[in-house]
């Protein structure tokens, strides 16, 4: 515990240069004995640490004392603190630690570069802590049970060996090994509600997902649309498509040419678009977007 706590002191020194016998005793939860102690060990070192008197003093380094750092270059130094960093805006186990001493070693000030949310706008702390509940399982190797519901309006009570959490087109997925149906299944996390975790556990089970997109290929057939959209509509286009899959003709307007899963949630989406966008192909699904427009038009006349 003590070479843990002497390897913190010269890191929160390096990091923060001068702090008080009080504000390290408070910071490594231990007496000020203890740390004055520990200043005189480091010392004993060859540690150049040295100790100022009155208004403004405290416990510091010598300017000039930083670890060696020269095997790594100032570019691969940056690369592996972003990292780090994006790990720990993920919530990856002592990330943070990892980084602060990092920086330390590598004489690096902090660059808030990057943060990570996972909730919905004004859903932050539902979905955060759907999220937590995720990950600890995934760690723990450990059951969850939940109720779902389908994007065709299925509800249904399940428990999954949850595998890997994957973000996908804007929305967060669960992979995991569903005990309802003996295979592996993707869940769409924002569907799963009442989740829970479960004593079970899958340790040494060998589970192992398969990749995302082969998956979800697999458990539908694909139909093939041509949409038109409007020139105001451009911005609602980068949002879902990958450019490879975009013209932009000459008076603006954009066609898009896609494969996406036959299901209720394509329908879905082409009557979000209003009249910024058309279908001119499959036919079929002109005439079935034009099914659920006067089934909706016949909805709100009777109310």
Same mark, same amino acid.
């Given at each position: 515990?003590?070479?843990?706590?002497?390897?913190?002191?010269?890191n929160f020194l390096l990091v923060n240069g001068t702090a008080t016998a009080g504000e390290l005793a408070k910071r490594f939860e231990v007496s000020e004995r203890t740390i004055l102690r520990d200043i005189d060990t480091l010392s004993a070192a060859k540690i150049p640490v040295y100790t100022m008197q009155g208004k403004g003093g405290g416990i510091a380094?010598?300017?000039?004392?930083?670890?060696?750092?020269?095997? %790594?270059?100032?570019?691969?130094?940056n690369q592996i603190l972003f990292a780090l960093q994006s790990l720990s805006e993920a919530g990856q186990a002592d990330a943070e630690q990892i980084l602060v001493k990092l920086r330390a070693?590598?004489?690096? !000030? !902090?660059?808030?570069?990057?943060?990570?949310d996972f909730s919905?706008?004004?859903?932050?702390?539902?979905?955060?802590?759907?999220?937590?509940?995720?990950?600890?399982? %995934?760690? +723990?190797?450990? !059951?969850?049970?939940?109720?779902?519901?389908?994007?065709?309006?299925?509800?249904?009570?399940?428990?999954?060996?949850?595998? +890997?959490?994957?973000?996908?087109?804007?929305?967060?997925y669960l992979q995991g090994f569903c005990l309802l149906k003996k295979d592996y299944r993707t869940f769409r996390i924002s569907r799963m509600l009442g989740l829970e975790p479960l004593t079970e556990s899958f340790e040494g089970q060998g589970l192992n997902p398969p990749p995302i997109e082969a998956g979800e290929t697999a458990s539908g057939a694909l139909i093939k649309l041509k949409i038109a959209f409007a020139p105001c509509s451009a911005y609602r286009i980068y949002d879902d498509?990958?450019? +490879?899959? %975009?013209?932009?003709?000459?008076?603006?307007? +954009?066609?898009?040419?896609?494969?996406?899963?036959?299901?209720?949630? %394509?329908?879905?989406?082409?009557?979000?678009?209003?009249?910024s966008a058309r279908v001119l192909e499959p036919r079929s699904v002109r005439a079935r977007l034009l099914e659920k427009i006067e089934a909706l038009k016949n909805f709100y006349s009777k109310t």
């Open positions: 515990m003590q070479i843990n706590r002497l390897f913190g002191l010269v380094l010598l300017d000039s004392y930083v670890l060696n750092k020269t095997a %790594i270059s100032d570019e691969e130094q070693l590598f004489d690096k !000030a !902090a660059t808030d570069w990057i943060q990570m919905r706008w004004g859903n932050s702390q539902t979905d955060n802590q759907r999220f937590e509940t995720l990950k600890r399982a %995934i760690i +723990r190797k450990q !059951a969850v049970r939940f109720t779902y519901v389908s994007s065709g309006g299925q509800t249904t009570e399940r428990s999954a060996c949850p595998l +890997r959490l994957v973000f996908k087109s804007r929305a967060w498509f990958d450019e +490879r899959h %975009i013209e932009i003709l000459e008076d603006g307007s +954009r066609l898009v040419e896609v494969e996406l899963p036959d299901d209720e949630w %394509i329908y879905g989406f082409l009557l979000s678009l209003g009249t």
